[in-house]
């Protein structure tokens, strides 16, 4: 018996049970929901959140070999499989249920939480399972995909496209897959002059991409590195997930924009090249990078376009490793 793989399965277990017995406390402060059905809209303007001091910054861990999107049960529209139950509640019930929700994520408690565990993506899903779990058995049913299958079923209903987490899903897979040659698109340095993303691009040397969530600091020989600074997935105004992932609203001009990619470089003593997206968000449209992705443009082809595993919905970082390794492999058997 390995009783290290024991202790820490019980360390694991223990540490979600507590996270369990937090959010359903937190739930129960918010309160049932109101009844709603005369007045079913979700209100224009976010609550201020939250109203508390943030946890102190942690010391930085050092990079996983994976990368993993918060929300595999909304944030994931256009990656993830649709969602199948034989639970099917009416458009009313389901109005009730995303308002209900949003309601509940969007509490000064819940966000609390979201700071306390930020660090941990698997324990922040885990609260957000738990809420849509409690929505669903407080109408009265049991399976979960009651309440995700909304958005497939109501596709066009107001206010199912009112929660905040289907209006500001700029999730999208681009038109620009691997294998295709790579598009040219404007883009501006943090100084605010306009370029170019072929601009970065030199023959004989691959182009590798980080947009969004960013996960290397330097460039191998012979390989370019490249950041670029597109929309906020999280901004405070918008999808809050905690004051410390949420401590910024989203752009609303280019100039607040590249002052955010700018703060970025100067707080995080960050060295590697970083560009940033135009406020037509041209570069995510064509490349489909928001929340975040990574690339490879080797002789003006798309040759590493990544994707999120249909499960676990993390990117698997040695996907790089693995290109640069088989790059530099083809490169000296042709020399």
Known sequence: MDVSTTSADDVLKKRYAELAEKTATAIANEGPPPNINDRPAIPNSLPTLPRYEPPPPRRPQRPRPTCRM???????????????????????????????????????SIQEIMDQYYTDECAVTFVHDLIQQHVVEHFGYHDVNALRTALYRFLNDPVIQAAFYVKYNKITQGIINQDQCARDVDLYTTDGHP???????????????????????????????LAIYIAEAHARNEWPVGKTISCIDQPATLAERLNNAQQFKKNFNFEMSMLVDNMDNIFHTTYG??????????????????????????YDMNEIDNWIANFYQSRSQTI
């Open 70 to 108: 918060f929300f595999p049960t909304s944030g994931h529209l256009g990656f993830d499989t649709v969602k199948l139950t034989t639970e099917l509640p009416s458009i009313e019930t389901v109005r009730e249920m995303v308002i209900y929700e949003t309601r509940l994520r969007l509490s000064d």
């Open 195 to 225: 370029t170019t993303l072929f601009s970065q691009m030199s023959s004989g040397q691959p182009l590798i991409i980080l947009a969004g969530a960013l996960v290397r600091s330097h460039a191998p020989n012979g390989i370019r590195l």
């Open 289 to 314: 990078s928001w929340p975040f992705r990574f690339f490879v443009i080797y002789d003006g082809k798309l040759v590493l376009k990544a994707e999120p595993d249909k499960e676990t919905f993390t």
